[in-house]
């Protein structure tokens, strides 16, 4: 909703709108955007009179000013019906859909349009290094957008991505999330069929072909499809992968070309997840007819996307990084990226399930398994403990007591105040720290890093956390 905001007043609209209270880096996107938030719910904050009003997904019927908006007549539309009215109608949307992947994947098709001169639209939900905000309205004929599957507005409970009518679409995986939503996985399948089968016969799909879930979706699909993966039948195939600290390196096989069937790529990321997201983005561009040698030079110049695998402090010989990861798949793809990347670090993990799915016992052997990908886990309290009952919420305790016996040492704590001196008690130089959350964590990681940073030899913090602690400071 912040880009959202920022990018009408950017298109010369007079926006204005309501929240609780907010935090960096939403708080400062829209200060410096020109935008100050009223705080809470007053039916007062809709005078003078608005011509429209955008709801929010977090937004309840009960809202009271959700409740003065209907009483008073004002047209109201959700997040995405808006971005698709103001930004989507006269472009062709490049979207990018999936359980895992999307906001990297968004954030490295919207740098290899713009360093390629394609001076694309975009809207990304995270914070891309590359650019100094999330979202630009661009003046070229692509606007690239992150495809939700969770729902619109409370009065328009399918998902966001239904209203974007892709014209080129990129489905990164097709895994069970949203518990809270999808009653069962097959109910969150129906809605990725019902996305590819919307397309129009002149679009393109490109999916990964290494899934079974995802062929089988992408089977219903109406127009053209590339497969992107590791499989013979693959499109685009990554070949001769190498990974190390400067990232990955591959050879990309691209098939049925007669010209220019292979090109070597360097990619600043770790984890074959992010070398299969750059692959798809790839697939996007070249179908777009960009020059492979111009995608291989922007995916080499991509600097990330903040709090995904981030880098918030180095010091003491301790490395901190932050990471979204909100599910055992996600969890286990990073974890494996790092190992790879720093094959002689210790690998440290504090874990917050967080969301309404992330917490559920169904996850309990996922996650299991993802996290003996480590030397040593730390688990926070379930985030919405209360939300869940006892038959439906996971145990982290059993989770912590399941890894020790699998020789993978553990603890699950009472509070993030415990795990934070827990971890600042243990951590020695060669650690590498990696918290995981899809929320805020208490600023965990930030903590850490100064805390490491007061206490080092060395001091090298990030950019992104020194305007973190100015903020914190000016707060």
Known sequence: MAPLACLLQEAGHSVRGSDVLLYPPMSTLLRNCGIEPL?????????????????????????????????????????????????????????????????????????????????????????????????????????????????????????????????????????????????????????????????????????????VEVRSVAAEAPCRTLFYGFEDHCDLRPEKVVSDQRGTQFELRIAGDAVEDRIAIELPLSGGHNLLNATAVFGAAYADSIPPSGIAAALAEFEGVRRRQEVVGDSGGILVIDDFAHHPTAVRLTLEGLRNRYPDKKVIVALELRSLTAARRIFFDDYLEALRCADRVWLAPVFHARRFSDSERLDTRKLAAALAEAETPATACGSIEELRRGVLDSLQAGDLFVTMSSGSFEGLPHKVAAAMEKRGDRHLITRELRNYLDEVSRN
Request: hydrophobic share 40%; with cysteine.
């Open 39 to 211: 705080l809470g719910y007053v039916p007062e904050h809709l005078d003078p009179r608005p011509d429209l009003v955008i709801v929010g997904n977090a937004v309840p019927e009960t809202n009271p000013e959700a409740q003065a908006v209907e009483e008073l007549g004002v047209e109201r539309i959700s997040m995405p019906e808006a971005l698709y009215r103001f930004f989507l109608t006269s472009r062709r949307p490049l979207v990018v859909a999936g359980t895992h992947g999307k906001t990297t994947t968004t954030a490295l098709a919207a740098w290899v349009y713009r360093a390629t001169g394609c001076d694309p639209g975009f809207l990304i939900g995270g914070i891309p290094l590359n650019f100094e905000h999330s979202f630009a309205t661009g003046s070229g004929e692509r606007f690239i957008v992150e495809g939700d599957e969770y729902n619109a507005a409370y009065f328009d409970r399918g998902a966001k991505f239904f209203h974007y009518r892709p014209d080129t679409l990129i489905l990164t995986s097709v895994e069970y999330d949203h518990a809270d939503l999808y009653e069962t996985p097959s109910a969150l399948d129906q809605t990725y069929r019902r996305l590819v089968r919307s397309m129009s016969a002149n679009g393109l799909l490109i999916a990964y072909g290494d899934s």
